[in-house]
């Protein structure tokens, strides 16, 4: 990827249009801010996380519509839903089932804590330590969610980790959640009989969720 985007960097210097890129490498040129490699990082940031993530997720809320019945009816009823179906997607299906973090303290995750403060059994985490935070299986903790393998945008409450926490909370998440309101209320309202033709193809990815292919028979 960075070796196509090297060379397409090229190719705007070349012939300039008035696409993103172009805009990074003027500002390049033109000013101090950006070099070759982190015109390439920022490219290769908004395709990943910008675009991989966003078409995934609008791919996994119309399966889970669809798969569930009366919910793309809905939809196409009532286009007001769908902010709590992309909530509810994030949570029991997110695009991103796992992430990365560094421990900025001594920890220790799970165990039970006793009267005093201290936490018995558990896995202890050192600071400066990597972990890999599965936050999709924290998606359907039975003590924290109900029904938690049930798509139901309906539920009084819906909490999820899809867009990180804190600090670490994704820049994109407003356009993400237009995106996908955007993409399933046409859908749904264009086309409100349509069908699960097919079980899905998954792409062969730990990280990110989306499929490769998703067959619907548009009545």
Known sequence: LRGYLRELIARRRRDPGEDLMSGLIHVEESGDQLTEDEIVATCNLLLVAGHETTV???????????????????L??????????????????PPVQLVGRIAGQDMTIGGERSDGGNVAGGVTVPKGDNILLLTAAAHRDPDHVDRPDEFDPDRPVIRHLGFGKGAHFCLGAPLARLEATVALTALTS??????????????????????????????
């Open 76 to 93: 196409a009823a009532d286009p007001g839903r769908a902010a709590a179906v992309i909530e509810e997607t994030l949570r029991h299906d």
């Open 56 to 74: 995934n997720l609008i791919a996994n809320a119309i399966l889970a519509l669809l798969r569930n019945d009366g919910q793309w009816a809905a």
């Open 190 to 219: 264009r086309f409100p009989d349509a069908k699960l033709a097919a079980e899905p193809v998954y792409k062969p990815n730990v990280t990110l969720r989306g499929m490769s292919e998703l067959s619907i028979t548009l009545a």
